[in-house]
């Protein structure tokens, strides 16, 4: 256990439940859209102390324990100081900086496909290969970085198409389903990030593989297990949601089905369909890589004694090193982001990278975590580790204050 202030700490819990009113943050945006000029939103650890902070400035006005009320109020405020902190940063950003960057390299990778088909219909070998790798860094790029934004309705400022682009990217080109998508990873995911039973990263665990089998070879079917597991998610769903996601999916798929013949000139159904799988599953294992890395082996806690947002997110969360590869096709969010990416989620990739050097030096003076490590470091921790991080079930961390 941790032996920490009782400052880290969150709420009180009472009769074995906590307040409605101090729920856990559920994903709700930090950062109001254009035209606010207000306070930066609080989180659900902060609102439940207003009434305390008014209490603390009647004890002030009495002049009694001014000195315990003002230090108290510094290490309460965490989360608000940095929020006011970012939205400066993002307020002076131009549209470029904050949306632009990103939709310019999903619009490169659109713009690689038609060579990738092209050169896929070459008889030697060599172009052949290349628009196999170019064609399986584009689908990266689009499947795992544009899904990622918009499921997070970073591509836009408008709700009708941040809407329209999380069912493009998450159902016709990622082939899943886009309520369930966003449900998983905002609602659950980001609300409750390493919270046993909730947010603790399970979903991801296979305990009857090897670590070898596991880590690297089962990944490989993830373009196979993603649209089987969109089907069985839509269980209970409308006969219309469920419609709608089978065509968006279907049509996703059957377009680059379509396309590989017609312009490609593949002839065979079978060697069709392999070349898509090698398209859709070159980047999988690192992709299972990064998910598992900068949550699993990290401090996790219990449903009932969760800690603060802002302790939540330092000591669950994981950034990995800079690599030029996984940050343009994975997103800086996903890989040497990402600690910012979870107490800010609503940053696009190049914001996140923009406010990394603020987040971290904040972090450091208030000597809060900041994890970092590097991929290998990881994937060796892994491999050693893999029957007590992905088998058994993860012990609890307790942030030690008054009980």
Request: net charge positive.
């Amino acid at each position: 256990m941790l032996s920490v202030p009782d400052e880290w700490r969150e709420e009180k819990v009472h009769g074995g439940q906590r307040d409605m009113s101090e729920k856990a943050w559920e994903g709700n945006t930090l950062f109001q859209r254009a035209g606010h000029t207000g306070p930066p939103l609080r989180d659900a650890g902060e609102r439940g102390k207003v009434g305390g902070e008014v209490s603390r400035g009647k004890e002030k006005e009495n002049g009694e324990a001014v000195g315990k009320e003002t230090e108290g109020t510094d290490k309460e405020t965490l989360m608000m100081e940095l929020t006011r902190m970012v939205q400066k940063t993002v307020k002076e950003s131009s549209w470029w900086e904050r949306r632009g960057i990103d939709c310019t390299i999903l619009a490169v990778a659109f713009l690689c496909l038609p060579p990738a088909f092209l050169l896929l219909s070459s008889n030697q070998a060599l172009w052949f290969t290349l628009g196999m790798v170019l064609m399986g860094v584009a689908h990266g790029v689009i499947t795992i970085k544009g899904t990622h934004l918009a499921s997070h309705g970073a591509l836009s400022e408008s709700p009708a198409w941040g809407e329209f682009w999380a069912v493009f990217f998450i159902e016709i080109c990622g082939s899943f389903t886009a309520r369930v998508g966003v449900q998983a990873h905002i609602k659950m995911h980001h609300a409750h990030t390493n919270i046993v039973g909730l947010g603790d990263s399970s979903t991801w665990k296979v305990p009857s593989l090897s670590r070898t089998v596991y880590l690297f070879i089962a990944p490989l079917a993830v373009p196979i297990i993603t649209p089987l597991a969109a089907l069985s998610q839509l269980r209970g769903h409308s006969l219309v949601q469920v419609l709608k996601t089978v065509s968006m999916v279907a049509l996703g798929m059957y377009s680059q089905y379509w396309l590989l013949i017609h312009v490609s000139g593949f002839r065979s159904p079978f060697t069709t369909l392999l070349c898509m799988l090698v398209c859709r599953a070159m980047l999988s294992v690192p992709y299972i890589h990064v998910n598992i890395f900068q949550h699993i082996g990290l401090p996790m806690f219990s449903p009932t004694s969760r800690p603060k947002r802002i302790y939540q997110m330092t000591h669950g969360v994981l950034n990995l090193p800079r690599n030029p590869l996984l940050d343009w096709i994975f997103g800086h969010s996903l890989i040497n982001c990402h600690v910012e990416h979870h107490l800010f989620p609503f940053l696009s990739d190049n914001m996140c990278l923009k406010v990394k050097p603020l987040v971290s030096r904040y972090l450091k003076e208030k000597e809060l975590p900041y994890h970092e490590d590097s991929y290998l470091s990881r994937l060796k921790l892994f491999f050693h580790k893999y029957q007590e991080f992905m088998v058994y079930a993860p012990s609890i961390t307790e942030l030690v204050g008054i009980q």
